[in-house]
């Protein structure tokens, strides 16, 4: 953890002495490395992969959040095991939608940005403080978003603050607005919230809120040549994460294989899944504030290259 004390007044350990630490690594690094954060781009003509359907739903002690794994370019499969759920730290997740490449690199520096604060303050920041800064990244990549380059994730957390889960969704310019019950992002989106709406319930447990994110990317997937359903012939299954008072989770796939299996076994039958009465008790937190982007404890869906408190700017 790093030290409060001279903060401003000299370097903090592992920064040249004329670099001014912030708070927020992505200013600091605009500020320095002005090369490194830019945003001209010609994309004109060009075939840009893009990650398709994500989506965010709460149940009764937390969110999931979850994405298909195909990419695009143009009408052509680019990917067909891309990862588009991410671990942003310990109670927190993103699912990318857009162009994949702008889209990964803001994952990364989004995850970078919140490991940062936390070592420099000494502290996490608040749900809403994560999803601000998130919506501050979004907004500097405007430049890009109108030459196409366009990214719109969804952010999903546990408020410790609170003690719920909470979703939230941006637009184009940064904009941020925070979704009560579930949200669906990407060219099968529409279709996954239409989904999702007629199933959603209040109190789910968390295996029933697994079965309807299945649900719903399946439905999308038999609708949008865009969105990957789940491909038995290769093992491929989309990603699904679990995030409440323990942190965040990533669902094993088999357990998501095994989901789709109850979706699939429903269509057929031509009737509903049955929920589940059973409710599984969070698991027990994290000790301490440590550093929010712990190593213990990843998924798949952790993709940082390296590696609640907290003003809400």
Not at 139 to 166: E, S, Y
Not at 196 to 210: C, N, P, R, T
Not at 284 to 312: I, L, Q, V, W, Y
């Amino acid at each position: 953890m790093a030290s409060r004390q001279g903060r401003g007044s000299r370097p903090e350990p592992g920064f040249p002495a004329h670099v001014d630490v912030t708070a927020s690594f992505y200013e600091m690094l605009r500020r320095e490395r002005p090369d490194l954060v830019g945003n001209e781009c010609e994309s004109h003509g060009l075939e840009i992969a893009e990650g398709t359907t994500v989506l965010s739903l709460r149940y009764d002690l937390g969110v999931v959040i979850a994405g298909d794994r195909r990419a695009t370019e143009g009408s052509f499969i680019a990917h067909r095991s891309i990862e588009k759920v991410f671990l942003a730290d310990d109670f927190s997740g993103v699912a990318i939608a857009g162009a994949a490449g702008p889209a990964l690199e803001m994952v990364r520096l989004f995850q970078t940005e919140l490991e940062h604060y936390e070592k420099v303050q000494g502290d996490r920041l608040s749900l809403e403080g994560k999803a601000n800064r998130l919506a501050t990244l979004i907004r500097n990549n405007f430049a890009l978003a109108v030459q196409g380059l366009v990214v719109v994730p969804i952010f999903a957390g546990f408020d410790l603050r609170r003690g719920v889960g909470r979703i939230f969704k941006y637009d184009v310019t940064g904009g941020r607005y925070e979704e009560s019950d579930y949200h669906a992002e990407g060219s099968g989106g529409r279709i996954a919230r239409s989904y999702i709406k007629q199933h959603f319930e209040e109190g789910l447990s968390e295996e029933d809120a697994v079965r309807v994110a299945t649900g719903a990317l399946y439905e999308a997937a038999d609708e949008d040549s865009g969105t990957g359903g789940p491909d038995l012939a290769r093992g491929i299954y989309p990603t699904v994460a679990s995030i409440d008072s323990g942190g965040f989770r990533a669902i094993p796939e088999n357990v998501v294989a095994e989901r789709f299996g109850e979706v699939l076994g429903a269509e057929r039958g031509g009737h509903r899944p049955r929920s589940s009465s059973r409710k599984r008790q969070p698991s027990k937190a994290p000790s301490g504030k440590g550093t929010g982007a712990s190593k213990k404890g990843r998924g798949k869906s952790d993709a940082h290259p390296d590696g609640e408190g907290g003003d809400e700017k």
